[in-house]
């Protein structure tokens, strides 16, 4: 089993749809957890990170962290062309672990 | 104003030749590390040094070897290169050692021939 696992893509969703990613970890010490978004040919960037149960919102997007299912996701509402990119899911537990990413297309 | 900066962008070299990658923040952060991306975008933690010292070493051959002069460079040095090397090698530094936020260097596209 993988550490980390990510619904395994690609996406593809219409504009202005709500795009959901998914990621799962193994590591039930884990502590912290971050989406980076990396568009083809560039370096991964951090879209948010998330530490408690429940959901974090920043504009468009919204994480949900659930530590009992070992489960955590990224929503991306109203998504845009310019959204269209790969989605790394990094846990920490000691070190960072990502998952192999989902590339999502959002076609207009 | 680049943050995390690499050198060189791209690589291209013969097996056997030995290369080095070099990589500078000025973010003033304390952690540095070095990850592999191979072609399927799979990115894996290779090495993490926290202000000169090194605190995460994974199961990387001992072909590679890195070198942090002071805590804003950490440069990547590899030996007798194989075909497998081939990928992007990605820079990154955090404030500090922990769960943190992670700035990526641009990367360096490496080609073993």
């Known amino acids: 089993q993988k550490e980390v696992e990510q619904n395994s893509g690609p996406l593809s969703v219409p504009e202005g749809a709500i795009a959901s990613l998914n990621c799962t970890y193994s590591?039930?010490?884990?502590?912290?957890f971050f989406w980076y978004r990396q568009y083809s040919g560039k370096s991964p960037e951090l879209i948010m990170f998330?530490?408690?149960?429940g959901d974090k919102e920043d504009g468009r997007f919204t994480a949900q962290l659930n530590k009992a299912s070992q489960y955590v996701s990224l929503l991306i509402r109203d998504s845009q062309p310019s959204d269209s990119a790969t989605y790394l899911c990094?846990?920490?537990?000691?070190?960072?672990?990502f998952g192999d990413g989902t590339t999502l297309t959002v076609k207009p | 104003d680049t943050a995390v900066s690499q050198t060189p962008k791209y690589l291209v070299t013969q097996m056997g030749n030995d290369k080095s990658i070099k990589c500078e923040q000025n973010?003033?952060?304390?952690?540095m590390y070095w990850y592999k991306q191979d072609s399927k975008k799979f990115l894996k933690i290779m090495f993490s040094?926290?202000?000169?010292?090194?605190?995460i070493n994974e199961t990387v051959p001992n072909r590679f070897s890195p070198k942090s002069p002071d805590k804003a460079h950490l440069n990547l040095h590899i030996n007798s290169l194989e075909l497998g090397d081939s990928a992007v090698y990605f820079c990154?530094?955090?404030?500090?050692?922990?769960?943190?936020?992670?700035?990526f260097g641009p990367g360096t596209r490496l080609t073993v021939l």
């Open positions: 990154a530094s955090s404030q500090v050692t922990g769960p943190d936020t992670q700035y």
């Open positions: 590591d039930r010490g884990s502590q912290s």
């Open positions: 998330i530490y408690s149960n």
């Open positions: 990094a846990v920490w537990a000691g070190k960072s672990t």
């Open positions: 973010l003033g952060h304390d952690t």
């Open positions: 040094y926290n202000n000169k010292e090194l605190i």
